[in-house]
């Protein structure tokens, strides 16, 4: 498992980059969240969620709500001060998230969002306060990660990269970035 610094000279945010892709995880998921061509085909693929969860029927408001969301989430993530503050946007997945105190499950969303709840998710392994790997994250359409399959395939995703590190020793920012280092 590889991982690349998302901004240079911090080591607070960090992303998995598979070898068979082109970038990694939380650049492939901004291109994809402002590419109105995949969102479109992907709310055409899942209008009954989007229409049943969020009671939205038109495709094009879907897409320009999508737009806007994912710009202010790429803000929120990347623009200071806002990455000095990761612990204020990133939240445990679940419960059991919530009692652990070294490689956590978190989501993050833009939590102020208006007029309907957001439903991009940036998923991530958290470290230590403020350091988080981005390890992928989905368009959530329905209460569950489980009742689909792209966000049930998030969900293995940071299980396998929580196992990884966990299997690497690794504990803390120190030694996530030995290992990367290796």
Same mark, same amino acid.
């Given at each position: 498992?590889k991982f690349v610094r998302i901004i240079d000279g911090y080591? @607070?945010?960090?992303?998995? #980059? ?22 479109? &085909?992907?709310?055409?693929?899942? *209008?009954?969620?989007? #229409?049943?969860?969020? @009671?939205?029927? +038109?495709?094009?408001?879907? =897409?320009?709500? /999508? ?17 000095? #503050?990761?612990?204020?946007? *990133?939240?445990?997945?679940?419960? /059991? ?6 490689? $956590?499950?978190?989501?993050? +969303?833009?939590?102020? !969002?208006?007029r309907h709840a957001s439903w991009l998710r940036i998923y991530a392994i958290r470290l230590e306060p403020? =350091?988080?790997? =981005? %390890?992928?994250?989905?368009? #959530?359409? %329905? ?6 399959? @792209? /966000? ?7 299980? !396998?990269?929580? &196992? ?10 120190? $030694?996530?970035?030995?290992? /990367? @280092?290796?």
């Amino acid at each position: 498992m590889k991982f690349v610094r998302i901004i240079d000279g911090y080591d @607070h945010l960090w992303a998995v #980059k598979a070898q068979d892709k082109d970038a990694d995880e939380l650049t492939i998921l901004f291109r994809n969240w402002t590419n109105g061509e995949y969102l479109f &085909d992907f709310f055409i693929e899942h *209008f009954a969620d989007l #229409k049943d969860f969020f @009671h939205i029927e +038109r495709l094009d408001q879907a =897409v320009n709500d /999508t737009f806007e969301d994912a710009e202010a989430l790429q803000e929120l993530v990347l623009d200071f001060p806002y990455t000095e #503050k990761l612990d204020e946007l *990133f939240k445990p997945l679940d419960i /059991t998230d919530t009692k652990a105190f070294e490689l $956590s499950r978190q989501k993050a +969303r833009n939590w102020n !969002r208006e007029r309907h709840a957001s439903w991009l998710r940036i998923y991530a392994i958290r470290l230590e306060p403020n =350091v988080y790997v =981005v %390890t992928g994250g989905a368009i #959530k359409l %329905t209460r569950t990660m489980q009742e689909r399959e @792209h /966000t049930a395939l998030e969900l293995q995703k940071l299980n !396998r990269c929580k &196992d990884f590190l966990k299997a690497n020793g690794v504990f803390d920012q120190d $030694s996530f970035v030995e290992l /990367t @280092h290796e």
